[in-house]
Nanobody, 118 residues
Framework: QVRLVESGGGLVQPGGSLRLSCAASGVAFTVHSMGWYRQAPGKERELVATFTPSGGSTTYADSVKGRFTVSRDNAKSTVYLQMNSLKPEDTAVYYC???????????WGRGTQVTVSS
Protein backbone atom coordinates (compact mmCIF):
# COMPACT_ATOMS: atom_id res chain seq x y z
CA GLN A 1 0.00 0.00 0.00
CA VAL A 2 1.37 3.37 -1.07
CA ARG A 3 1.57 6.06 1.58
CA LEU A 4 2.97 9.56 1.14
CA VAL A 5 3.44 11.87 4.10
CA GLU A 6 4.53 15.47 3.58
CA SER A 7 6.21 17.70 6.15
CA GLY A 8 8.17 20.91 6.35
CA GLY A 9 5.55 23.48 5.43
CA GLY A 10 4.99 26.67 7.38
CA LEU A 11 5.02 30.44 7.33
CA VAL A 12 8.03 32.17 5.79
CA GLN A 13 8.81 35.72 4.75
CA PRO A 14 9.33 36.65 1.10
CA GLY A 15 12.85 35.77 0.05
CA GLY A 16 13.07 32.98 2.60
CA SER A 17 13.56 29.25 2.18
CA LEU A 18 11.81 26.05 3.15
CA ARG A 19 12.52 22.39 2.54
CA LEU A 20 9.59 20.04 2.14
CA SER A 21 9.94 16.32 2.71
CA CYS A 22 7.82 13.45 1.48
CA ALA A 23 8.24 10.13 3.26
CA ALA A 24 7.14 7.43 0.84
CA SER A 25 6.25 3.86 1.70
CA GLY A 26 5.07 1.17 -0.67
CA VAL A 27 6.68 3.06 -3.55
CA ALA A 28 9.32 1.69 -5.89
CA PHE A 29 11.37 4.58 -7.25
CA THR A 30 12.17 2.44 -10.28
CA VAL A 31 8.47 2.21 -11.17
CA HIS A 32 7.02 5.46 -9.88
CA SER A 33 7.82 8.96 -10.97
CA MET A 34 7.89 11.26 -7.95
CA GLY A 35 7.12 14.89 -7.68
CA TRP A 36 5.44 17.86 -6.10
CA TYR A 37 2.28 19.71 -7.02
CA ARG A 38 0.61 22.67 -5.39
CA GLN A 39 -2.84 24.18 -5.15
CA ALA A 40 -3.53 27.76 -4.20
CA PRO A 41 -6.96 28.91 -3.01
CA GLY A 42 -9.38 29.16 -5.92
CA LYS A 43 -6.92 27.64 -8.35
CA GLU A 44 -6.36 24.23 -9.87
CA ARG A 45 -3.61 21.92 -8.72
CA GLU A 46 -0.46 22.52 -10.74
CA LEU A 47 2.83 20.80 -11.31
CA VAL A 48 5.80 22.16 -9.38
CA ALA A 49 8.53 19.60 -10.07
CA THR A 50 8.86 15.95 -10.96
CA PHE A 51 11.54 13.48 -11.85
CA THR A 52 11.48 10.21 -13.72
CA PRO A 53 11.78 6.80 -12.05
CA SER A 54 15.41 6.61 -13.09
CA GLY A 55 15.97 10.00 -11.52
CA GLY A 56 17.77 11.13 -14.62
CA SER A 57 15.28 13.69 -15.82
CA THR A 58 13.53 16.47 -13.93
CA THR A 59 10.77 18.85 -14.91
CA TYR A 60 10.05 22.17 -13.25
CA ALA A 61 7.26 24.66 -13.66
CA ASP A 62 8.55 27.84 -15.29
CA SER A 63 7.49 29.81 -12.24
CA VAL A 64 9.89 27.93 -9.96
CA LYS A 65 12.89 27.29 -12.22
CA GLY A 66 16.09 28.46 -10.64
CA ARG A 67 14.48 28.71 -7.20
CA PHE A 68 13.23 25.21 -6.39
CA THR A 69 15.14 21.92 -6.46
CA VAL A 70 13.65 18.45 -6.24
CA SER A 71 15.74 15.54 -4.97
CA ARG A 72 15.37 12.17 -3.37
CA ASP A 73 17.15 9.90 -0.92
CA ASN A 74 16.65 6.32 -2.04
CA ALA A 75 17.90 4.87 1.24
CA LYS A 76 15.34 6.87 3.19
CA SER A 77 12.57 6.57 0.58
CA THR A 78 12.16 10.31 0.88
CA VAL A 79 11.66 13.02 -1.70
CA TYR A 80 12.56 16.63 -1.00
CA LEU A 81 11.65 20.00 -2.41
CA GLN A 82 14.11 22.75 -1.57
CA MET A 83 12.42 26.11 -2.07
CA ASN A 84 14.51 29.27 -2.12
CA SER A 85 13.71 32.92 -2.83
CA LEU A 86 10.10 32.29 -1.95
CA LYS A 87 7.44 34.68 -3.19
CA PRO A 88 3.91 35.38 -1.95
CA GLU A 89 2.58 33.70 -5.09
CA ASP A 90 4.20 30.45 -3.93
CA THR A 91 1.61 30.28 -1.16
CA ALA A 92 -0.32 27.04 -1.57
CA VAL A 93 -0.87 23.56 -0.24
CA TYR A 94 1.96 21.41 -1.55
CA TYR A 95 1.25 17.77 -2.37
CA CYS A 96 3.63 14.90 -2.88
CA UNK A 97 2.80 12.70 -5.87
CA UNK A 98 3.81 9.23 -6.98
CA UNK A 99 2.72 8.03 -10.39
CA UNK A 100 2.92 4.42 -11.44
CA UNK A 101 4.50 4.58 -14.86
CA UNK A 102 2.79 1.36 -15.99
CA UNK A 103 -0.79 2.17 -14.96
CA UNK A 104 -0.54 5.99 -14.81
CA UNK A 105 -2.24 5.78 -11.44
CA UNK A 106 -1.56 8.73 -9.15
CA UNK A 107 -1.01 8.53 -5.44
CA TRP A 108 -1.22 11.67 -3.31
CA GLY A 109 -0.22 12.78 0.12
CA ARG A 110 -2.51 14.92 2.26
CA GLY A 111 -0.51 18.05 1.62
CA THR A 112 1.41 20.61 3.63
CA GLN A 113 0.62 24.31 3.78
CA VAL A 114 3.23 26.84 2.66
CA THR A 115 2.49 30.49 3.33
CA VAL A 116 4.80 33.24 2.13
CA SER A 117 3.94 36.52 3.78
CA SER A 118 5.54 39.41 5.59
Amino acid sequence: QVRLVESGGGLVQPGGSLRLSCAASGVAFTVHSMGWYRQAPGKERELVATFTPSGGSTTYADSVKGRFTVSRDNAKSTVYLQMNSLKPEDTAVYYCNARNMWSNYDYWGRGTQVTVSS
